[in-house]
């Protein structure tokens, strides 16, 4: 500790070039902080040194040659610049005129843009690394004696760098050094830099909470309905999150189980007055408390369903983990798998990852955001430079409230994995955009409706109503999770969850006035396939459908196409199903269904194009021609292999239909953006359609 307090006083007042700092100030900082040693020789350990050479041809074809100041392979990539403190003159300095330092002032909005500039570069130098190199998962900008910026990219996808562990969070001084949780941090970058990424022990409380639930809900089934069990446990589950970030008394629902284990027939009435009080607010009779109101739904109907004891030790071991630690982008899958009967034996299986997830929303939803923004912050600055910083403060909020404004649509979310991944990453962008407000002069935050990204801008269609609850009540638990990152233990605003509705449970594509089963000509109901049950064929040993495990078929009466809500951006990972299998799996009735609602479309075409197909498509025709407009554009990423071979789908704020997807494993992934002239989502809007053509 001596060695750091001893560097940090050296190296408190530096000043001077950057390049005559840099080397020197860290190499004390890799030796003072015990990190692995730069090599004398580059060529025994490649990939660890200074000034590292990334060639590139420009467009005229000509070679130029980068230099990353300190490059670690698969580590990081740091950029290091130099500014000067700001400090009141000394009275001998005020006789004695002194040459000014060179550098940035320290503080000032000129010296935070030297820091958004460095780290632009840097990202540009690892756009520009070899593709055998990989992505490293760090980006460090440096101020040389002052200041380290710390970003952070854990898929190596060549996704977006976010501050890191989180935005506003992400600058450490050159004091905090002597911190050991920040000595650690350094370490960990330097030698396993991917431990340091959350999603790892988030995604193993995840599934070991899941495999509690699953095995809970497996012994309920036999003599509870299904939907009363999922409801029971949803709540069961929002309340141990609950209670871990601090919205209930501490341990008051493990009390609750804890004393059921003695007394199981007391846990059911002591569950349910926790719950109704949850959901109106005031005093608990059974923890003797008072409670904030949760409201939002999932608490409206209190029932708990009466456990035995060995029911409710399972109960508690889902309520020792540590909920704050749950991954929503992947829980809501784990959950419903957990929760249904034919999918609980998926709960071990893989599922798509957070990378892929991101690997489409980044560039549909955030990339043509961080481009506005990034222009509205050269628009700011340059107001700021002319003296007018109440003019820099109104860009930059007008830019905040538009983000506020965005509604994002999933029409076939699922449990909302694509949803909770696009919130977080524009609340990212808010956080900078926050950050931005504060340095000019912004207080505090506004309190009105609307003053933040919340759920209700994320909207979901989904015909399976238990995944519906789930992806609801996913959002929600990312969304309290994100203000207790950033407003430490400061409860947000009552009732804790709303009913915002953005989640219906209905068809995304087909829409009709009523419904009655097929019948045959003695009156019976005809019986078809319930398109997911299988059996092992003896012969070929394949997966085959259970001819024994039926559902009455249905008849539509007037089907068309189903409408959608507006929304500026439509993205997800729609089903795939193929004609040949369409009919088997949907039964006779809904085939005939959407033939009669899309008659355009062959029957033979994949169920995805029924998503795609035009309802509304002449809001997204060439004006000029009347053609639709096509752009392919093909990447690689065998890093990404998916769990299956859906693609997906996602839609951005372009002029005309675009079609772009990459190559992952062979299998295309598909990410479309199709908007009016006017820049907003047109697919929902004509003739209340759904759908765009493609």
């Not at 340091?196 to 070991?208: C, I, Q, W």
């Not at 519906?468 to 999770?481: D, K, N, P």
Request: charged residues 25%; glycine residues 8%.
């Amino acid at each position: 500790m001596a060695d750091i307090a001893e560097f940090i006083a050296r190296w408190s007042n530096s000043h001077g070039s950057e390049r005559g700092n840099s080397q020197r100030f860290l190499t004390e900082f890799i030796s003072v902080l015990e990190l692995p040693p730069m090599p004398t020789d580059a060529e025994t350990v490649p990939g660890y040194e200074f000034e590292h050479s990334v060639p590139y041809k420009d467009d005229e074809n000509k070679i130029h040659d980068l230099r990353i100041d300190l490059y670690k392979r698969g580590c990081f990539v740091l950029e290091s610049k130099q500014g000067i403190e700001v400090r009141e003159k000394t009275p001998l300095e005020h006789i004695v005129a002194r040459p000014a330092k060179a550098g940035t002032k320290r503080g000032t909005s000129a010296w935070d843009r030297l820091m958004d500039r460095a780290f632009h570069q840097a990202e540009d130098y690892v756009r520009r690394l070899p593709a055998s190199e990989g992505r490293p998962p760090f980006i460090i900008v440096i101020d040389v004696g002052f200041s380290f910026d710390i970003y952070a990219e854990f898929s190596r996808t060549g996704g977006l760098y976010a501050p890191y562990p989180a935005p506003g969070k992400h600058r450490f001084s050159l004091a905090d050094l002597a911190r050991p949780e920040v000595a650690a941090m350094f370490t960990a970058i330097w030698d396993d830099p991917l431990s340091l990424d959350p999603s790892r022990r988030s995604a193993k409380v995840t599934r070991e909470i899941a495999a509690h639930l699953a095995e809970l809900a497996k012994s309920l089934e036999g003599d509870h309905a299904p939907d009363d069990v999922s409801a029971f446990l949803m709540r069961c589950l929002f309340t141990m999150f609950a209670e871990d970030v601090g919205l209930l008394p501490e341990n008051c629902f493990q009390k609750i189980l804890e004393n059921g284990l003695s007394k199981p027939e007391g846990f059911a009435p002591t569950a349910s007055d926790l719950w109704h009080a949850m959901n109106i607010g005031g005093w608990s009779v059974a923890i003797q408390d008072k409670l904030l109101r949760f409201n939002g739904g999932i608490f409206a109907d209190p029932l708990a369903l009466p456990l035995n004891r060995i029911q409710i030790e399972v109960l508690l071991k889902a309520a020792k983990a540590d909920w704050r630690e749950v991954e929503p982008a992947i829980f809501g899958t784990l959950l419903e798998r957990a929760l249904d009967p034919h999918e609980r034996h998926k709960l071990g299986a893989h599922f798509t990852p957070r990378a892929y997830v991101e690997r489409l929303v980044a560039p549909t939803l955030i990339t043509p955001l961080r481009e506005e923004w990034r222009s509205v912050q050269a628009a700011a600055a340059m107001a700021a430079e002319d003296g007018d910083t109440g003019k820099a403060l109104k860009i930059v909020t007008a830019f905040q409230k538009k983000l506020c404004l965005l509604r994002i649509l999933d029409p076939a979310c699922g449990t909302g994995n694509f949803l909770y991944v696009s919130f977080e990453l524009l609340k990212r962008l808010e956080a900078e955009v926050i950050q931005e407000e504060a340095r000019y002069g912004a207080q505090g935050r506004l309190l009105m409706e609307g003053a933040h990204v919340d759920p209700h801008q994320f909207l979901g269609l989904e015909l399976n109503s238990r995944a519906a609850r789930i992806a609801e009540m996913v959002l929600w638990i990312g969304y309290l999770q994100w203000h207790f990152r950033t407003h430490g233990h400061t409860p947000p605003s009552e009732p804790i969850i709303r009913a915002f509705r953005n989640i219906e449970s209905r068809d995304a594509i087909l829409a009709f006035d009523s419904w009655e089963y097929r019948t045959d000509k003695s009156g019976k109901p005809e019986m078809r396939w319930d398109g997911r049950s299988t059996k092992t064929d003896p012969v070929t040993g394949r997966e085959v459908p259970d001819p024994e495990k039926t559902l009455p078929d249905m008849v539509f009466k007037n089907p068309r196409p189903a409408s959608w809500p507006e929304a500026d951006f439509i993205l997800g990972n729609p089903p795939f199903l193929g004609g040949s299998s369409k009919r088997g799996i949907l039964g006779q009735g809904y085939f005939e269904a959407l033939a009669k609602a899309y008659p355009e479309l062959p029957e033979s075409c994949d169920l995805v194009m029924y998503l795609l197909v035009a309802q509304g498509r002449r809001d997204c025709q060439d004006e000029k021609s009347g053609a639709f407009r096509l752009h392919h554009h093909q990447q690689h990423f065998p890093s990404l292999q998916p769990p299956n071979n859906r693609p997906a789908l996602g839609c951005g704020p372009v002029r005309d239909l675009r079609h772009s997807g990459s190559s992952v494993g062979g299998q295309r992934r598909w990410c479309r953006r199709a908007h009016r002239v006017d820049g907003r989502c047109s697919w929902p809007r004509s003739r209340g359609s759904s759908n765009c053509d493609a």
